[in-house]
């Protein structure tokens, strides 16, 4: 707040229903996962193949994720406090960047074991039953419709933790996919394309870890969120607005937070210099769909 006047003001939140909608969605894409991992072990015991060994280990992460996304949800739905003015909703955020950490375990573990199978030359039997690959295409069909939801929910909710959450599902389909077509070459004599699919599932893996890494760190280190110039344009169409500068934003879309200054005239009492302001944030707020505005005023001139 300028010294040179006691005017702010501050948009609406979102609406409250939000974090409880997305904790919903997280308990239903946790169920689903539980039933395609079962299907996935089931392909297992059939077939005996190291990309599908992979493919439940990256499956059970994505239930574990689940878990792990529901506690985080739950903590970035607190209110703000004292030691959080801001609200606790980066904790969605920096939950997303966790998952990083579990995929590249999991890259590391798979390529291991890959290179190990290539190196030795073994494979899975190429009696591999034809249920095993009726069931596998099931699973890659449900993983790719949990996928679309979980991300046009996140989409509509605005929610870092469902996007990342439906990008590891994506994934998860195309690793699914992979492994498919690796039980299909072992079936048809050419048990080295299991391996081969093993790799191809951790670099899948390795780029949805990477596409995570780049939507959540310009949120967690404050990167600008919006251009000033958009801002100061949208602030000038307030009439008795002068100037706009000292233009910040920071957040992600659904969350973010903008702060600047505007002029008026300097004969302007108080009064009429806070409706100003008003007017300002609100378009500013409802323009960007901004969850904090705040507008300091300064004489022109």
């Known amino acids: 707040?300028?010294?040179?006047?006691?005017?702010?003001?501050?948009?609406?939140?979102?609406?409250?229903?939000?974090?409880?909608?997305?904790?919903?969605?997280?308990?239903?894409?946790?169920?689903?996962?539980?039933?395609?991992?079962?299907?996935?072990?089931?392909?297992?015991?059939?077939?005996?193949?190291?990309?599908?060994?992979?493919?439940?280990?990256?499956?059970?992460?994505?239930?574990?994720?689940?878990?792990?996304?529901?506690?985080?949800?739950?903590?970035?739905?607190?209110?703000?406090?004292?030691?959080?003015?801001?609200?606790?909703?980066?904790?969605?955020?920096?939950?997303?960047?966790?998952?990083?950490?579990?995929?590249?375990?999991?890259?590391?573990?798979?390529?291991?074991?890959?290179?190990?199978?290539?190196?030795?030359?073994?494979?899975?039997?190429?009696?591999?039953p034809g249920i095993a690959i009726a069931l596998m295409s099931f699973s890659a069909v449900a993983g790719f419709a949990i996928a679309r939801y979980e991300a046009r929910v996140g989409r509509r909710l605005a929610s870092d933790l469902l996007l990342a959450d439906a990008a590891h599902t994506r994934s998860d389909v195309l690793t699914t996919v992979a492994v498919l077509a690796g039980l299909v070459a072992t079936r048809f004599g050419y048990p080295i394309a299991d391996p081969v699919a093993t790799i191809l599932v951790a670099s899948i893996i390795a780029l949805t870890g990477w596409q995570i890494v780049r939507e959540t760190v310009p949120v967690l280190v404050d990167s600008r969120a919006v251009d000033p110039g958009r801002i100061e344009t949208l602030a000038m169409t307030v009439h008795g607005v002068r100037s706009a500068y000292g233009i910040r934003s920071r957040g992600r879309r659904g969350d973010r937070f903008a702060e600047l200054t505007i002029a008026v005239d300097r004969d302007l009492d108080v009064q009429r210099a806070h409706e100003i302001a008003d007017e300002a944030e609100r378009r500013i707020a409802e323009a960007l769909g901004a969850r904090e505005v705040v507008v300091h005023v300064e004489p022109w001139g």
């Open 1 to 128: 707040m300028s010294a040179a006047s006691n005017v702010e003001g501050r948009s609406a939140g979102p609406p409250r229903d939000r974090a409880e909608r997305v904790r919903r969605v997280l308990r239903s894409v946790l169920w689903l996962n539980i039933g395609v991992l079962v299907v996935k072990i089931t392909v297992w015991g059939l077939a005996h193949a190291l990309s599908v060994v992979a493919e439940i280990f990256h499956s059970s992460l994505d239930a574990t994720n689940n878990i792990f996304a529901l506690a985080l949800a739950r903590l970035a739905a607190l209110e703000p406090d004292e030691d959080h003015p801001y609200g606790h909703h980066k904790f969605e955020t920096l939950g997303a960047l966790a998952l990083v950490g579990v995929l590249s375990v999991t890259v590391f573990e798979l390529v291991q074991q890959a290179i190990i199978r290539l190196m030795s030359g073994q494979g899975p039997s190429a009696d591999v």
